[in-house]
């Protein structure tokens, strides 16, 4: 009994040191039809994937890019956003240099842009909140996992449980065909299978004093959390709605929804949008009586509604902020690490 329990021991802790020597490389792809299958019907991947098993180095053909399922599940969809493609060249990435946990931070951060704070997703407001943590091994830098975003100390942003494990997710590795965004961008960068170099931009600071857009930004991101919102709830709201794909939620003419001209607000997509027409208003009975008594007492004790204010200043912005927040009725603290 005792040696196959050494025995047993043995191979597990031979089976580790194996995986110890190939940490940071690609894994021979273990990826399953019904994996695929599975992610295609949650409409997270298209219908052009394919993949070899056991290949032990993705060889993407012509048009085609390497995905990984550890990917798709924390928000990468193609065709690609923007901001994806700008965390690429900024920091000099290919995807597979990302390590699978910040997929995930980098949809929420766009979820908190776009839906809390109505301003595309922007690389200096991500430089400002997030660090690079460099992944290495015998101090050379891995390929795959080779970066970890962590959140800079001190400031405040919405709160991340801690990171799960996720090992082996370099063997689900698959290929999809790339989707390119006219006029746009021509999607995923070609594969290149090789570590990063490090960049000024990994450990660079902004200063948001000098972009007062994004330092508006990043107060409204500390009261956000000082109402409660955290990383779990952008996450849910995130997979309720768009992934890290391209979507024009947000103008591309302007930094947020309030500079938008009205012009333009008016303007824009008249040519494809149809609007149902407004129902025509049937003219209504004059009451008398009584009825027209209960109907003025039923309007007597309809409440007030009241409209939030225009985000035209600092003071108004904290105004439509106590009206949507739970501590509405609270003055709202100096908070530390707030701009």
Same mark, same amino acid.
């Given at each position: ?32 039809? #019904? ?66 946990? +910040? ?44 970066? #970890? ?145 209960? +109907?003025? %007492? ?18 108004? %912005? ?22």
């Amino acid at each position: 009994m005792a040696a196959k329990v050494q025995e047993t021991e043995n191979k597990k802790a031979s089976k580790a040191r194996n995986r110890e020597g190939e940490r940071g490389q690609w894994w021979p792809c273990e990826t399953t039809d #019904t994996e695929l299958r599975e992610l295609q019907n949650e409409g997270m991947i298209s219908a052009h994937w394919s993949f070899i098993r056991d290949t032990v180095v993705p060889k993407p053909g012509a048009g085609e890019v390497v995905m990984t399922k550890a990917w798709v599940e924390r928000g990468l969809s193609l065709p690609c956003s923007e901001f994806f493609l700008s965390i690429l060249t900024t920091y000099g990435l290919q995807p597979h240099n990302i390590c699978p946990n +910040s997929y995930l931070l980098l949809s929420n951060f766009a979820t908190l842009c776009e839906g809390h704070l109505g301003i595309r997703p922007d690389v200096k407001l991500w430089q400002f909140f997030f660090r690079v943590k460099k992944e290495t091994k015998d101090k050379a830098m891995l390929n795959c996992g080779s970066m #970890t975003f962590m959140l800079r100390p001190g400031r405040m942003y919405p709160p991340h449980d801690s990171h799960e494990s996720v090992r082996y997710w370099n063997a689900g590795w698959f290929y999809e065909k790339n989707v390119p965004v006219p006029e746009i961008h021509d999607g995923l960068p070609k594969f290149n299978n090789e570590p990063p170099e490090e960049l000024a931009s990994w450990s660079f600071i902004p200063s948001l004093s000098l972009t007062p857009i994004l330092e508006k930004a990043a107060r409204r991101i500390s009261w956000l959390v000082h109402d409660g919102l955290t990383g779990a709830l952008l996450t849910a709201r995130y997979f309720g709605g768009g992934k890290l794909s391209h979507h024009t939620s947000c103008p591309r003419e302007a930094a947020t929804a309030e500079e938008v001209p009205e012009e333009t607000k008016k303007g824009r997509g008249a040519g494809t949008r149809k609007v149902a027409p407004r129902p025509t208003k049937r003219p209504r009975a004059k009451a008398s009586g009584s009825e027209a008594g209960a +109907s003025g %007492e039923a309007s007597a004790k309809k409440p007030k509604v009241i409209k939030p204010p225009p985000l035209d200043s600092r003071k108004a %912005e904290r105004e439509r902020l106590k009206m949507l927040s739970t501590a509405g009725k609270r003055s709202r603290p100096n908070i530390p690490g707030a701009p």
